[in-house]
């Protein structure tokens, strides 16, 4: 490729930074006796040029608004993410050799303890996601002139999220993102698929829309005249495709087999590899002047209140149809909220945030693993994301949620059309597993809300949270229940019915808390008085309340869900009151559902009014 020829005073001063990186990053993983040197090796080259000539970043102040965002999606390379900060001037090159101790956070894969990590990294295939999102800030949202440059690795390029980000890339035209495949022919146990077919490499990123540019990654002058090229490309992203050698620099692993994940041996074995590279150091280095972000103009904008709810009770509205209205609202009065779309908009109620504020809503199409690591890189430039599909397709992204999870990221998850009560579409539509799903994950708040005013208040809610939160919304219309102000805190529960007399607590959420009312009212015509509490905190739980009404009618509790029966609402309550002697009798989905209208299915698989009455006069006997 042909291009400018940089200074040889630039080009032996980024060898010898390169030659460093490979030097700290052995250094680091011997010392750990565990990592991944070989594959630090393959891209120092690559990191050299972008740290230290291409990126303009303020090194004591990685996410300042105007910096460059660099994203390392192959994770297991993080010695040489670290190196290049500590050699950027971030903190001391000693603190590498702390690479994996519990006293660090330098970790063996990147989190976001780190204040130059965006998105935690490690499961391959997440980076170019989350890059995304956060070109996505860049251009649409707050408008700034910062690349995004993510460096992925050939192994991981045969993940489908690669090529859903791909695709959503083009579709938005972010020119302002740049991918790097550091193509090193090598994966954990095997040589990758394509090696080094570069013809190969290049016709399927073209074919994607991207301007895809073959680079050999050992040569320097040819990487910055490929980043030069990238930043002038307009109207589409640009990737470097850059065919490289695992374990650079070192002759006695260099392109080997066999060495994915293993640290050089203390001593001898590693001496050996730190005086090799160390006389490839050139004495003709010059200092570096590393890029500073030009200063971003900073529009003021305040945060207002959202109206108030707007149903009545004995209206009937399904709740994602609050959600969508809620959200709305909320996008009016917080400009920091931002929306996301798998292509259910017009089931979620997404469309109308989207036709209100279209800068501020993405569409990604059927790519929910996208949708959801975009999210988390909008979340990591201080936006507040709501991605909203159907729960069961969110299955789909779940090693992402997973990751977001561990980064902490600020995002706001919607799952509808759950459970039976969806009705002919079957069980592939269904989400039976979401709460199990959601509330395993650490530090996510789980919501359920029964009718629109409490969706309503619980949405806006979520946007004041810090932290990833789950919102589970129904499909059915239901009767509204509470006043226009009536307030729901994150950790909450409403007792709706109540007496001195109560045998028995009914916990529910969602439509089957329409069912425990209805079983409520006849078996008060029949003599038998039971407690109703709607759970629309699940995680974290009202134990408080779940204890004392326990305890308050006979320590018996029965719980119903449109939920399979693991991992769902009445394993939460069991777990909250496991400790208090009281016994939790669950009502929930036990087998794989059919098609059929929602009221027949809810009756049929066990947590409809029939049920509840049933078991509750058996408990009581």
């Given at each position: 490729?042909?291009?400018?020829?940089?200074?040889?005073?630039?080009?032996?001063?980024?060898?010898?930074?390169?030659?460093?990186?490979?030097?700290?990053?052995?250094?680091?993983?011997?010392?750990?006796?565990?990592?991944?040197?070989?594959?630090?090796?393959?891209?120092?080259?690559?990191?050299?040029?972008?740290?230290?000539?291409?990126?303009?970043?303020?090194?004591?102040?990685?996410?300042?608004?105007?910096?460059?965002?660099?994203?390392?999606?192959?994770?297991?390379?993080?010695?040489?993410?670290?190196?290049?900060?500590?050699?950027?001037?971030?903190?001391?090159?000693?603190?590498?050799?702390?690479?994996?101790?519990?006293?660090?956070?330098?970790?063996?894969?990147?989190?976001?303890?780190?204040?130059?990590?965006?998105?935690?990294?490690?499961?391959?295939?997440?980076?170019?996601?989350?890059?995304?999102?956060?070109?996505?800030?860049?251009?649409?949202?707050?408008?700034?002139?910062?690349?995004?440059?993510?460096?992925?690795?050939?192994?991981?390029?045969?993940?489908?999220?690669?090529?859903?980000?791909?695709?959503?890339?083009?579709?938005?035209?972010?020119?302002?993102?740049?991918?790097?495949?550091?193509?090193?022919?090598?994966?954990?146990?095997?040589?990758?698929?394509?090696?080094?077919?570069?013809?190969?490499?290049?016709?399927?990123?073209?074919?994607?829309?991207?301007?895809?540019?073959?680079?050999?990654?050992?040569?320097?002058?040819?990487?910055?005249?490929?980043?030069?090229?990238?930043?002038?490309?307009?109207?589409?992203?640009?990737?470097?495709?850059?065919?490289?050698?695992?374990?650079?620099?070192?002759?006695?692993?260099?392109?080997?087999?066999?060495?994915?994940?293993?640290?050089?041996?203390?001593?001898?074995?590693?001496?050996?590899?730190?005086?090799?590279?160390?006389?490839?150091?050139?004495?003709?280095?010059?200092?570096?002047q590393i890029r500073k972000p030009s200063a971003p103009v900073v529009?003021?904008?305040?945060?207002?209140?959202?109206?108030?709810?707007?149903?009545?009770?004995?209206?009937?509205?399904?709740?994602?149809?609050?959600?969508?209205?809620?959200?709305?609202?909320?996008?009016?009065?917080?400009?920091?909220?931002?929306?996301?779309?798998?292509?259910v908009k017009n089931s979620t109620y997404t469309d109308k945030f989207?036709?209100?504020?279209?800068?501020?809503?993405?569409?990604?199409?059927?790519?929910?693993?996208?949708?959801?690591?975009?999210?988390?890189?909008?979340?990591?430039?201080?936006?507040?994301p709501f991605a909203a599909t159907f729960a069961c397709f969110l299955?789909?992204?779940?090693?992402?949620?997973?990751?977001?999870?561990?980064?902490?990221?600020?995002?706001?998850?919607?799952?509808?059309?759950?459970?039976?009560?969806?009705?002919?579409?079957?069980?592939?539509?269904?989400?039976?597993?979401?709460?199990?799903?959601?509330?395993?994950?650490?530090?996510?708040?789980?919501?359920?809300?029964?009718?629109?005013?409490?969706?309503?208040?619980?949405?806006?809610?979520?946007?004041?949270?810090?932290?990833?939160?789950?919102?589970?919304?129904?499909?059915?219309?239901?009767?509204?229940?509470?006043?226009?102000?009536?307030?729901?805190?994150?950790?909450?529960?409403?007792?709706?019915?109540?007496?001195?007399?109560?045998?028995?607590?009914?916990?529910?959420?969602?439509?089957?808390?329409?069912?425990?009312?209805?079983?409520?009212?006849?078996?008060?015509?029949?003599?038998?008085?039971?407690?109703?509490?709607?759970?629309?905190?699940?995680?974290?739980?009202?134990?408080?309340?779940?204890?004392?009404?326990?305890?308050?009618?006979?320590?018996?509790?029965?719980?119903?869900?449109?939920?399979?029966?693991?991992?769902?609402?009445?394993?939460?309550?069991?777990?909250?009151?496991?400790?208090?002697?009281?016994?939790?009798?669950?009502?929930?989905?036990?087998?794989?559902?059919?098609?059929?209208?929602?009221?027949?299915?809810?009756?049929?698989?066990?947590?409809?009014?029939?049920?509840?009455?049933?078991?509750?006069?058996?408990?009581?006997?």
């Amino acid at each position: 490729m042909a291009g400018l020829a940089a200074s040889p005073e630039l080009l032996s001063t980024l060898h010898n930074k390169a030659t460093q990186l490979r030097i700290n990053s052995v250094r680091a993983t011997s010392e750990a006796g565990s990592g991944h040197p070989s594959s630090c090796a393959s891209a120092a080259d690559i990191v050299a040029a972008l740290f230290f000539s291409v990126m303009r970043y303020d090194p004591q102040n990685p996410k300042a608004l105007n910096s460059d965002r660099f994203i390392l999606s192959k994770g297991h390379a993080a010695p040489l993410l670290y190196a290049a900060w500590a050699e950027a001037g971030l903190f001391p090159t000693s603190e590498l050799l702390k690479l994996r101790t519990l006293t660090s956070d330098l970790e063996g894969h990147p989190t976001p303890r780190l204040p130059f990590v965006d998105m935690a990294t490690g499961s391959l295939g997440q980076g170019l996601s989350v890059g995304v999102g956060i070109a996505l800030n860049a251009k649409f949202v707050d408008k700034l002139d910062h690349r995004t440059y993510v460096l992925m690795g050939d192994g991981e390029s045969v993940e489908g999220s690669v090529w859903e980000a791909a695709e959503i890339g083009r579709q938005h035209g972010l020119d302002n993102l740049c991918a790097i495949v550091d193509i090193n022919r090598l994966g954990q146990s095997d040589p990758t698929m394509l090696q080094h077919d570069m013809d190969a490499y290049r016709s399927r990123w073209a074919g994607f829309g991207w301007h895809a540019l073959v680079i050999d990654g050992h040569d320097l002058n040819a990487i910055l005249n490929a980043f030069d090229e990238a930043t002038r490309t307009k109207g589409r992203p640009t990737v470097l495709l850059a065919q490289t050698y695992k374990g650079k620099g070192i002759s006695f692993i260099e392109n080997k087999a066999d060495w994915h994940g293993k640290p050089l041996k203390k001593g001898e074995e590693t001496q050996k590899a730190i005086d090799e590279l160390t006389k490839q150091l050139s004495p003709n280095g010059a200092v570096v002047q590393i890029r500073k972000p030009s200063a971003p103009v900073v529009t003021s904008s305040t945060i207002g209140s959202m109206p108030s709810a707007p149903y009545r009770i004995g209206d009937s509205v399904a709740t994602r149809e609050a959600f969508g209205a809620a959200l709305e609202a909320l996008g009016s009065a917080n400009p920091s909220v931002v929306a996301l779309d798998a292509d259910v908009k017009n089931s979620t109620y997404t469309d109308k945030f989207g036709k209100k504020f279209p800068d501020r809503f993405f569409e990604n199409f059927i790519a929910e693993q996208n949708m959801v690591g975009a999210a988390a890189g909008l979340a990591a430039c201080g936006k507040i994301p709501f991605a909203a599909t159907f729960a069961c397709f969110l299955s789909r992204a779940y090693d992402f949620i997973r990751m977001a999870a561990i980064s902490g990221s600020n995002i706001k998850l919607v799952g509808t059309h759950v459970g039976v009560s969806i009705g002919e579409d079957g069980p592939s539509q269904m989400g039976l597993e979401d709460i199990a799903m959601m509330a395993a994950q650490p530090n996510v708040t789980v919501l359920y809300p029964s009718d629109g005013n409490s969706t309503y208040q619980l949405v806006e809610e979520a946007a004041k949270h810090k932290g990833m939160v789950y919102i589970r919304a129904g499909r059915p219309k239901t009767p509204v229940l509470y006043r226009p102000d009536e307030r729901f805190r994150i950790g909450g529960s409403k007792i709706l019915r109540q007496s001195a007399s109560d045998a028995l607590t009914i916990v529910a959420a969602g439509v089957t808390l329409f069912e425990a009312l209805k079983a409520h009212d006849q078996l008060k015509a029949a003599g038998i008085a039971v407690r109703v509490i709607d759970l629309y905190s699940i995680a974290p739980i009202d134990r408080t309340t779940l204890v004392e009404s326990g305890h308050a009618t006979q320590r018996r509790i029965l719980t119903v869900e449109d939920h399979y029966a693991h991992g769902g609402l009445g394993d939460a309550v069991l777990s909250a009151v496991s400790t208090e002697g009281i016994a939790v009798h669950k009502l929930a989905v036990r087998e794989i559902p059919h098609s059929g209208k929602p009221e027949e299915l809810v009756d049929h698989y066990g947590i409809g009014v029939r049920s509840i009455i049933e078991v509750t006069k058996r408990i009581i006997k």
